[in-house]
């Protein structure tokens, strides 16, 4: 690899460019670097190229060489877009490993980690440059054709190019018309990302002058709208040192015309400049606090720990003060002059999070998350590359970004499963790039939650992590009291209010009267997960998916989660006539409807994906409950992670069994961590919370580890299990999805994948088998799982196996039809 700047080669040398284009190719292409970009071209730039007949990418420049590709001439590249490289070089090398870990194409990363603001638009036009001369009668016959072309029209597809030129290959000539700057490519110019620029207003210098100013105001004595405004004027400026226009029109509530009056007079001077899209915090900084006894202990053992340059992994129970601890870390990587990265599974939790770092450390923090639009997203990474945010607060895509000078990463809720990106590639845990991306960066990383996953703990244990407990509450505020509602003998004793047994209705009722707060968990949004009719049994179903569909009262329609489907509910059954129609289950919306009728009084609220989806939903909610103005809190997952209230007494976890009954190998996993999770939120100030979980198996094993905080309980019984099994932390998981419209053909190709696939690693291959869902979107789907031992066996080599076989199975014509997903540590 040649060195980051080209500036050592003076001689007249051809460069020759590897780039990265943003498309699921195998391979790196290269270019050739016009002799004019040999001093200014660098790894990680932008350039634009074109690749295919009638196609021009944004790609990011990967290696600088001399040497020419040996099996096709290399096409020059069409313009550089960067001044300086965009992605640093440990950035690439990030990529390459999650490219080779992940099993997906470097394209398919360079996708997913540039904000959309930073690639070109798609689709490729041409316009005509009005600023430049040119004498047509130097063009040639088809030159001609295309700039009178695009005199009548003002911009040109490449296909409009095609047609004008009745001919394919036009990329030729687009570029010969660029290079002579006749015509402008349009993405060029539309380049996404755009400073945001806003108008400041200065009063002209003569008047710091206390004269000057008296007499000013006695000429405008006649004009008394312009007067005014300038009195607003006056007052803002004693208290801050610059004015926008907005700012100054909305104080004042003038009008447009009595602004520009001032303008017009030289009175006032307009000044436009760049600013940055998120508002300053308006916290008083938090400069000094104390660590609890435990805390300082845990915090002296962690940094024992980093010292030793071992991941660390906190194991703190519910409300024992981690954060203060990360905030402690946080402060002396700062104090080194080095960045910090604190990852959160969720945009739920980003919102109570950004409030308190940002009263610890003012505006150093920078929020990168989903929910961002495209510009903000570009601004927190040119600010990041710039090392001008000090602390980056962020959901999975944040390990992305440019750090200039990373010196801890703090993955928080380290066992969520929302750190894995599912779809589209590259399926990434982030946990564990995180992993990978201190190493790169030679900076230190812990790993904090109050039920770690089975395999970081198990990491723990084996001394590959350094494992410190914090097992007391901050403020020796005791765990919450955990009882179950045994639901079969509240249906015999016809206790139960709809779906609430009537231990917790009791409970919800004496916690309102003490003007406490409630959440209630539900792991299922929508009214109710399923129709039925009563006289033959017919379910809706998705006309895409093999799914039912979920009824939601909001729009009154029926709706398939996996693609999107809806349809309008019925009353009469579409099979047999029945109005016997009936409603299977609940949801969290049906929860929200039905505690509005049994206590009229309460206010209540909905956190899950319907009720958040506006970019400020999680924040309203979080901030609405924060100040009491809702009683009751009925949620999904989302109010289990991290939330933290201190007027919240009770919780309710209505379907323990739903959780305990699915079908995976981490089920008991999952459902201790959800139910522990969500009995944290409860009592996390002076006095003890309660916890009501109500479940058909009250006596299950995992319930009462939950009762009783047994997680090392858990832990042995699920290495146990998963010893026996075959399943991580003892093994690895690859997970491959062949999908094809055609049954008859996913069947085929399945089988023949299988059996390629078991010649050489064979009982590691299990399946191929229909999944729990055997077709989303229309296409039908079959599964192979690859068991492969962590010990004794080189994971590269069965990698290089997969991808061997599926090359073979692309060989194959009657296999080019379907699709092949693959998935490492899948779950």
């Given at each position: ?9 003076n ?14 190719i ?21 350039v ?28 020059y590249i069409?313009?550089?877009l ?7 070089e ?18 398919e ?47 040109l ?38 400073p ?5 207003v ?10 000057q100013?008296?007499?000013?105001f ?21 208290m ?22 001032l ?39 962690i ?26 870390l ?15 599974p ?7 999070m ?15 998350h ?5 510009n ?5 990474w ?9 602390i ?18 703090i ?19 982030a ?11 030679g900076?230190n ?15 723990a ?13 901050f ?9 179950v ?6 249906r ?9 047994s ?13 003007k ?9 949004r929508?009214?109710?997960p ?6 033959c ?21 029926l ?15 579409p ?10 289950g ?9 505690l ?8 209540i ?38 939330l ?13 069994d739903?959780?305990?009954n ?11 961590q ?14 003890r ?33 998963r ?11 690859i ?53 492969v ?16 076989a ?22």
């Amino acid at each position: 690899m040649l060195k980051l700047h080209t500036g050592e080669y003076n001689d007249r040398v051809t460069l020759f460019a590897e780039v990265i284009l943003p498309l699921a190719i195998s391979r790196n292409y290269t270019y050739r670097v016009p002799y004019e970009y040999n001093q200014s071209i660098q790894i990680g730039q932008r350039v634009v190229v074109q690749f295919g007949k009638n196609k021009i990418y944004t790609a990011l420049v990967h290696q600088l060489t001399t040497d020419a590709p040996a099996l096709y001439e290399a096409k020059y590249i069409i313009s550089i877009l960067d001044e300086r490289p965009l992605v640093t070089e440990n950035q690439l090398r990030l990529w390459q490993w999650i490219s080779s870990y992940y099993m997906c194409y470097i394209g398919e990363v360079m996708n997913a980690a540039l904000p959309t603001a930073m690639k070109l638009a798609s689709e490729t036009k041409i316009l005509l440059n009005r600023e430049q001369e040119f004498d047509k009668n130097l063009l040639n016959d088809k030159e001609f054709l295309v700039v009178e072309a695009l005199e009548v029209k003002d911009e040109l597809s490449i296909n409009d190019v095609m047609k004008v030129l009745g001919q394919k290959s036009v990329m030729p000539l687009i570029k010969s018309l660029t290079e002579k700057q006749i015509v402008l490519i349009s993405e060029e110019l539309n380049n996404r990302y755009k400073p945001k620029i806003e108008t400041f207003v200065k009063l002209h210098r003569v008047y710091n002058d206390q004269n000057q100013l008296k007499e000013l105001f006695s000429i405008l004595e006649r004009a008394p709208k312009q007067v005014d405004l300038l009195m607003v004027y006056l007052r803002l400026s004693k208290m801050q040192p610059s004015i926008t226009k907005k700012q100054l029109m909305e104080e004042s509530g003038s009008s447009p015309a009595a602004f520009n009056a001032l303008v017009e007079k030289d009175i006032f001077r307009l000044e436009k400049k760049e600013v940055s899209r998120f508002s300053e915090p308006e916290i008083e900084l938090i400069k000094n606090y104390t660590l609890s006894a435990a805390q300082q202990t845990a915090f002296e053992e962690i940094s024992e720990g980093l010292s030793e340059k071992k991941p660390v992994l906190l194991h703190g129970v519910t409300a024992s003060g981690k954060t203060q601890i990360y905030i402690k870390l946080i402060e002396n990587c700062i104090k080194e002059g080095r960045q910090a990265l604190y990852l959160l599974p969720e945009i739920a939790l980003t919102a109570q999070m950004i409030q308190r770092l940002q009263a610890y450390f003012g505006d150093n923090v920078g929020v990168y998350h989903s929910k961002y639009n495209d510009n903000e997203r570009a601004e927190v990474w040119q600010k990041t590359l710039n090392n001008q945010y000090k602390i980056i607060l962020g959901a999975r895509s944040s390990v992305f970004l440019p750090y200039a000078n990373l010196g801890l990463i703090i993955v928080d809720e380290e066992h969520e499963n929302s750190f894995k990106q599912f779809d589209p590639a590259p399926r990434y845990n982030a946990r564990d790039t995180a992993l990978f991306l201190a190493n790169l960066h030679g900076s230190n990383i812990l790993l904090g939650s109050a039920t770690p996953s089975v395999e970081s703990y198990y990491n723990a244990t084996s001394n590959r992590y350094k494992l410190v407990s914090l097992n007391e509450r901050f403020g020796g505020v005791q765990l919450p009291e955990i009882q179950v509602a045994d639901l079969q003998q509240e249906r015999k004793q016809k206790s139960m209010r709809s779906h609430f047994s009537g231990l917790l209705y009791t409970e919800i009722e004496l916690a309102l009267n003490r003007k406490e707060q409630v959440i209630l968990f539900q792991n299922r949004r929508g009214y109710a997960p399923m129709l039925m009719c009563g006289t033959c049994g017919f379910t809706p179903k998705c006309v895409n998916c093999d799914i039912s569909l979920t009824y939601h009262k909001h729009d009154n329609k029926l709706h398939c989660h996996y693609c999107g489907f809806k349809e309008d509910i019925f009353y009469r059954c579409p099979a047999c006539g029945s109005t016997q129609v009936e409603q299977k289950g609940f949801g969290t919306e049906k929860i929200e409807d039905e505690l509005a009728i049994l206590l009229p009084n309460a206010r209540i609220a909905r956190m899950d994906l319907d009720s958040t989806r506006s970019k400020y939903g999680y924040q309203q909610l979080i901030n609405d409950f924060e100040e009491r103005k809702i009683d009751i809190l009925v949620g999904t997952q989302m109010v289990t992670k991290g939330l933290d209230f201190e007027n919240v007494s009770l919780i309710g976890v209505l379907n323990a069994d739903a959780m305990l009954n699915y079908p995976d190998f981490r089920a008991f996993e999952r459902s201790y961590q959800l139910m522990t999770q969500v009995s944290g939120r409860a009592g996390r100030r002076a006095s003890r919370g309660k916890v009501i979980v109500q479940s058909n198996q009250p006596n299950h094993k995992v319930i009462e580890w939950v009762m009783y905080n047994k997680y090392d309980q858990l832990f042995k019984s699920e290495l146990a299990e998963r010893s026996g099994f075959q399943y991580p932390p003892f093994y690895r998981l690859i997970q491959i999805d062949i999908k094809n419209k055609d049954l008859n053909q996913v069947n085929e190709s399945a089988e023949f994948l299988a059996k390629e696939l078991k010649g050489q690693l064979g009982k590691r291959v299990l399946g191929p088998e229909f999944p729990l869902i055997g077709r989303i979107r229309n296409y039908y789907i079959k599964t192979l799982l690859i068991k492969v031992e962590k010990e004794g066996v080189s994971i590269t080599k069965v990698k290089q196996v997969i991808q061997a076989a599926i090359d073979l199975f692309y060989t194959q014509k009657e296999n080019r039809n379907s699709l092949i997903k693959i998935d490492v540590d899948p779950y």
